[in-house]
């Protein structure tokens, strides 16, 4: 397969896409159940299997080696642990994962755009948002962050003549 042509304009819409998220003014937020799955481009099986894999050996090794009801009562506590403690900071790294990911190259943004499960929203209006795959993130950052477009040129200091 060919490489895809990208036109001046797409570079510029990403461009701005690219400012507005290093100023904070467009928040990356995900859908983690649609983006967090084996086809993605940003999916780690590691960070889906280890915080339920761990619990049990280590429960089961309890079992073994202690007895049933402790060995599942660590299990339990330390599956609920992981539920809200670890997942939250798992969320946090897939997030920091895909933005990355996604601001690297116009080609990354658009893969990511074409699997969904990433969500644009303006952080100085928070109701004018677009969702991937459907919205057109082009035509978002275009009507919100126009200004961005324009690349500035730095003026060339002036010879003064005395």
Not at 25 to 44: D, E, F, W
Request: aromatic residues 8%.
């Amino acid at each position: 397969m060919g490489k895809k042509v990208t036109s001046r304009a797409d570079e510029l819409t990403f461009s701005a896409l690219q400012k507005a998220a290093a100023e904070d003014k467009v928040h990356i937020c995900l859908l983690t159940s649609q983006i967090n799955r084996p086809s993605s481009p940003v999916y780690n099986p590691w960070e889906v299997l280890l915080p339920i894999l761990v619990p049990v050996l280590l429960g089961l090794t309890l079992i073994l080696m202690v007895g049933p009801l402790f060995g599942l009562l660590f299990m339990v506590a330390l599956i609920l642990i992981s539920t809200h403690v670890i997942k939250k900071k798992l969320d946090a790294r897939l997030l920091q994962r895909t933005r990355d990911f996604m601001l690297f190259s116009l080609e990354n943004c658009q893969k990511i755009w074409e699997f969904g499960g990433v969500v644009l929203v303006n952080t100085a209006n928070k109701n004018q948002g677009c969702v991937s795959p459907d919205g057109d993130w082009k035509e978002f950052v275009v009507s919100n962050f126009a200004d961005l477009m324009v690349e500035k040129k730095q003026e060339a200091p002036k010879d003064e003549k005395a």
